[in-house]
């Protein structure tokens, strides 16, 4: 499974952004998949998780009401609207995959939120 991220780039604070990962190979073995995050200096973090076929979702405390994720399975592809941006968002967003037998990472996009 390939993962490829893409919709960072630089946005002023209470702005919106939308992220998407495009999937390619063995989708068909994708289970649940996410978006997580890393700012410089510290650890990557969970954003949102979905399930394979959509109906549930899981959100970071900090993003909460403000971004949602949502998947196309049809398009392989998972997107995450972000909206009202702040600072503290600011990191490399990454799509996540998971399938039985592993996880995969995408290369991440970079996100910038100005003050």
């Known amino acids: 499974v390939r993962l490829v991220e893409s919709g960072g780039g630089l946005v002023q604070a209470g702005g919106s952004l939308r992220l998407s990962c495009a999937a390619s190979g063995s989708t068909y073995n994708i289970n649940a998949m996410g978006w997580y995050r890393q700012a410089p200096g510290k650890q990557r973090e969970l954003v949102a998780t979905i399930t394979s076929g959509g109906g549930r979702t899981n959100y970071a405390d900090s993003v909460k009401g403000r971004f949602t994720i949502s998947r196309d399975n049809a398009k392989n592809t998972m997107s995450l609207q972000m909206n009202s941006l702040k600072p503290e968002d600011t990191a490399v967003y990454y799509c996540?995959?998971?399938?039985?037998?592993?996880?995969?990472w995408g290369q991440g996009t970079q996100v910038t939120v100005s003050s």
């Open positions: 996540n995959a998971f399938t039985i037998a592993t996880m995969y």
